[in-house]
């Protein structure tokens, strides 16, 4: 079979160091050989795609959104930046909405992923037609099915109709810690360690989640008694209280944890768990900043997600890098740019197969322009500016095209 051979001013490696005039052949969907042009490997009848100055590099992993919700979009800002009432109407909304409505914005939100060079979505949902609607798009998308059940009583049923792995469902993802018992908690955290699923749980993420858990009062507290009885008899941080009720799994996904400290994130390390931070979203709800220098050092796989489309904010991971940067200058632009392709590749097990353009590793490739002409000038081009997605190829298939111009399989050069 023969292959196509892209040609770019810059390729972007796993060890985040830089090729220029760098070549990435592609082969069955896979990434066959990557080099220098003069060097990668090439056969006659091979396509030669020319892509001038462009870079490029992996495509893009949201860590975590919640693809149904962007049926809210514009609809519920006025109840910022409440927390507590914008998690309640969004949740809301979205079960209430049209069937048909939520599957369009669905569809929506994956294709404005991919515009933004996004090829793999770690979605939480909650209906049950929600995965239906991935179906024909190009994205990767990995359905992460949120327990939140209303009663005591609906706990048990939630977690016994956990089944196996399917193309459907990746994993299971309790809303937050109050979503179920400690003991059910671990019986999920063995049924989905058993059965190799993905789990994911809100932790630490609000003031109004810290007086729940230490002082029985707030908010959440109120909302989650008003129908049942605070499921954790113990006062203590909502991380301190997961670490010591043992039901986190190991490499389990926690959301935001906003209210963390060191000594938990070291806890979670041990754990191999990771922490998907959603920067522009925490910023609107005035949220505490997440200690990301002590995650690092402690050694927490740290990637970035997009949340949910609350305000102006669109399925952009460029603009979620930015603001991280931000709060956070003294991290190098090569560690940030891991939160978006290796490390969530880790957390959802896939790093052997996506995360990086390395040999025998699936062809999802992003490509972009920069003007810099220097390694340490175009990694933090990337982070700090809005760079013009060009080309987005997932699975070696060519989705997007901002050229106007599609590389026929022709065996011959093709120049953008």
Known sequence: MSAVVYFARWVLLSDMSLVENGAVAVEDGRIAD??????????????????????LMPGLINAHTH??????????????????AIITARRDAAMAAESEAVAIAVK????????????????????????KAYVGERARVLAMREIDPLIPTDE????????????EISGYSPYALWSLSPSHHRVLSRIVSQKKLLWS?????????????????????????????WPFHTKGAPLHTAIKENVIPN????????????????????????????????????LREFPLETALYRGVNVCIGTEAPVGQFSADLFDELYTMRCTNPQIPAAELLKCVTINPAKALRMDSDIGSLEIGKAADIVGLMVGSTTIENIL??????????????????????AFGKTPTMERNEYTM
Do not use: W
């Open 380 to 401: 933090e081009e990337i982070v700090m500016e809005q760079p013009k997605v060009g080309l987005v190829i997932v699975a070696g298939e060519l989705v997007l095209n």
């Open 251 to 286: 490499n389990g996904i926690l959301l935001h944890c906003s209210y963390a400290d060191g000594s938990e994130l070291s806890l979670l390390a041990t754990r191999h768990a990771s922490v998907v931070l959603c920067p522009q979203y925490s910023g609107l709800m005035s």
């Open 156 to 167: 048990s049923a939630a977690i016994s109709e956990t089944p196996e792995k399917t193309d």
């Open 67 to 84: 693809l149904e919700e962007g049926v809210t979009r514009g609809q519920i800002d006025n109840l910022l930046p409440d927390p507590v």
């Open 108 to 131: 929506l939100g994956i294709r404005e992923s991919l515009s933004n060079g996004i090829t793999t979505i770690a979605d939480t949902f909650r209906r049950g037609t929600t995965p």
């Open 201 to 229: 749980c809100h932790i630490a993420q609000t003031p109004d989640e810290l007086m729940a858990f230490g002082e029985h009062c707030g908010a959440i507290y109120d909302e989650v008694t008003a129908r049942k009885s």
């Open 34 to 55: 990557i080099a220098q042009r003069g060097t990668v490997r090439r056969r006659p009848g091979d396509t030669i795609v020319n892509l001038g100055d462009m870079l």
